[in-house]
């Protein structure tokens, strides 16, 4: 059974990345915490404006922005089903839902899910 990805773009305003890390943090642990079996973040230094398309222009990066990259993990599409589910409904994370206090414009943020065709690592 190959596992399944949970891809998801942000632009984050760069004032803002200390809160936005320390959403994501608790974000991940939320996931882990419900099952999933990995959570990684990370924020854009090299990406460039396409003819056609580009990380920038998917979530209409405006200069004072850098865009966030965040995947999770899990062992198939039913347990991410069921894992965010229970993060949406998780009680530590009520107050971060809250539109008015979310570190970035959500209306630009988008993700999607992947199911895993190759997975290679170091060693393997």
Same mark, same amino acid.
């Given at each position: 059974?190959?596992?399944?990805? #949970?891809? %998801?773009? %942000? ?9 936005y890390?320390? @959403?994501?943090?608790? !974000?991940?642990?939320?996931?882990? &915490? ?8 990370? +924020? *854009?230094? #090299?990406?460039?404006? $396409?003819?056609?398309?580009? /990380? =920038?222009q ?5 200069? #004072? ?5 965040? !995947? ?7 347990? &991410?089903? &069921? +894992? *965010?589910?229970?993060? @949406?409904?998780? =009680? ?7 539109? *008015?206090? @979310?570190? /970035?414009? $959500?209306? &630009?943020? /988008? !993700? $999607?899910?992947?199911?895993?065709? %190759?997975?290679l *690592?170091? $060693?393997?």
């Amino acid at each position: 059974m190959s596992t399944y990805i #949970d891809a %998801i773009l %942000i632009p984050v305003p760069k004032a803002n990345l200390d809160t936005y890390k320390r @959403m994501s943090e608790q !974000w991940g642990k939320a996931h882990l &915490r419900h099952g999933a079996l990995y959570y990684s973040d990370s +924020i *854009s230094n #090299d990406v460039q404006p $396409g003819k056609v398309t580009s /990380f =920038p222009q998917a979530v209409q990066l405006k200069d #004072d922005e850098a865009i966030a990259l965040a !995947w999770v993990v899990y062992k198939s599409k039913e347990d &991410r089903d &069921r +894992i *965010s589910k229970a993060v @949406m409904e998780d =009680p530590q994370l009520k107050e971060s839902m809250d539109p *008015s206090k @979310m570190p /970035f414009d $959500g209306k &630009r943020m /988008f !993700w $999607g899910g992947f199911e895993t065709i %190759i997975g290679l *690592s170091a $060693g393997h």
